[in-house]
């Protein structure tokens, strides 16, 4: 049960939401118009602006100032996934055609463009200087982590690197929300600093468990092929257990030897992986930030909101896998 | 001579409005600051902090806010200028090369795409939000712009879509300089309104004065071919009042028809606009537009940032040419 689609509060918000990520495109080329309808159309499941919204809703944030929040923060990760997507020359995402599977490279980058420059425009329709800096502090630490992990020389453990290269990716954007709905909701320090370490706490756990279903999923449910990581060269946190645990599988040995892996090889590997101890000892991994997550939530103030992002916390971390 | 290098106060705030853009990396990857330093050593004459610093200068701004604003808006243009460059292939920049000529597509997408991000954070470090609001709205007309020439169908007039494309492209960017310099002074809706306009105006000015020179300027003054665009299929205001004054020229019909039009009838068309009436016809366009900079200009504070506007203004239109 996805609590994220049952809340039917929240899907009223979620909807102004959308509509006001849509009419960003007003009064500009309509090629832009069709391009932001088809990215809202194919978005997943709206996990940020919810969290946002509830956030902010249990705190008292004023409502449009939070939909124009939950809206920059929604539009930032649509930004980000279009410049990825053309960089990674990805062409599907969750089944359907990512935007540089039809428009050229040029208008790709320009699009990407384009939606960061509405995002930073809803950022600052908050009417909170406060919020607008954070929210530029994230945009600079989600590119910094791509920059970094693209001139990787793996000088770090691949541990740290690893935790690093998803607070940039993914965690970042979750604290930016939880803490932005309660900077504009005037609530003291903290309840501020409660409110960003829950959207950090579940930010690290959902992009650790979105490693795990890498591995443990069937190709139809994550709509991309299973080990997609491992294929790109991209090593997640349960591959780095398996590589500490079985240091002498030569399936292990060929991937950091860093040359070419094989299909075979890759295949052997992604399949030992994921059916290994290491996927428990990562999802309790991503336990331990879902408790931290909802410790911090424990001192905010009972409410329907709390209750809510209770079940979403827990969600993140025990949806199918 | 270019008041832009001789106006000695101002030099050593434009200098710390550099050293303000190169701080923008630091505690980023060091990939970072090397491609920041190499964008700002590499940047051109500075006209745009130039022309914010002086306005809010003399409308009296907080200076600290002010150099954070003139930053914000030279990151902005330089981000611009990476993607740009990246789209286009193009290898050289003021004969220095670009950052795609060194990079791969992927890392100069995001180099931009960090340079943007820190453009924001500094925009917001003005701590207006009003002046927020302005500079995204600004980043969306530039990418607007691009867009709309990308996927252009030519129904409307050149000239109309020349003129458009103009203020997208350039006097956008001068217009919130003058603008958000205005607003950090403090100053009336009618005194915003003048700087407003002189920024404008000049910023009209200063691109169709690049496309003049882009058609009479040898190859080693503009760092890149004479005709560049041209040869890019991009018909600026010269080539516009050719094309209109000679219909049935043979090599206008070719460029018009649309097809690939060859090196020989490139050459000849642009050595033919170089040395016809077009050009002082153009010229004096642009000194229309200076007119207008200057009348706005002379409802303002008198003061030595005025004097030092107004000589900007006139070196704008008729640097060499």
Redesign the interface.
């Known amino acids: 049960m996805n609590p994220v689609q049952t809340y039917e509060t929240i899907q009223d918000r979620i909807q102004q939401v959308e509509e006001r990520i849509r009419a960003q495109s007003d009064g ?2 309509p ?2 118009g069709a391009a932001l309808d088809h990215l809202v159309s194919s978005g997943g499941k709206r996990v940020r602006p919810t969290v946002t919204l509830l956030m902010g809703g249990m705190l008292k944030a004023d409502p449009n100032r939070l939909i124009n929040l939950a809206a920059a923060i929604e539009m930032l990760h649509t930004a980000t996934l279009v ?1 990825d997507d ?2 990674d020359g990805a062409y599907l995402r969750r089944g359907i055609p990512t935007l540089n599977a039809q428009w050229s ?3 790709t ?6 939606i ?3 995002a ?2 809803l ?3 908050t ?3 406060e919020v ?2 954070m ?3 994230t ?2 630490v989600i ?2 982590g ?3 992990q ?2 990787s020389n793996h000088e770090d453990s691949r541990r740290n690197e690893y935790l690093e290269r998803i607070y940039a990716k993914t965690a970042s954007l979750f604290e930016v929300a939880t803490k932005a709905a309660a900077v504009l909701s005037n609530v003291n320090l903290e309840i501020q600093n409660a409110a960003r370490t829950y959207g950090y706490e579940i930010g690290m756990a959902f992009q650790i468990v979105d490693d795990v279903l890498d591995f443990t999923s069937e190709q139809s449910t994550v709509g991309k092929p299973v080990a997609s990581d491992l294929r790109q060269g991209l090593i997640t946190l349960p591959a780095i257990y398996y590589i500490d645990a079985h240091p002498d599988d030569p399936d292990v040995q060929l991937l950091l030897a860093g040359n070419h892996i094989n299909e075979d090889s890759l295949s052997r590997l992604a399949e030992a992986i994921s059916k290994s101890s290491v996927i428990g000892k990562t999802m309790n991994e991503a336990n331990q930030y879902l408790d931290r997550a909802l410790k911090a939530l424990g001192t905010l103030p009972e409410s329907p909101e709390r209750d809510a992002l209770e079940d979403l916390a827990n969600y993140i971390v025990h949806r199918d896998y």
């Open positions: 500009h080329h090629e832009l410049h053309l960089i490279p040029a208008a980058v320009l699009a990407g463009d384009f960061f420059a509405r930073a425009k950022a600052s329709d009417n909170s200087v607008m800096q929210f530029a502090e945009l600079t590119v910094n791509e920059i970094t693209m001139f």
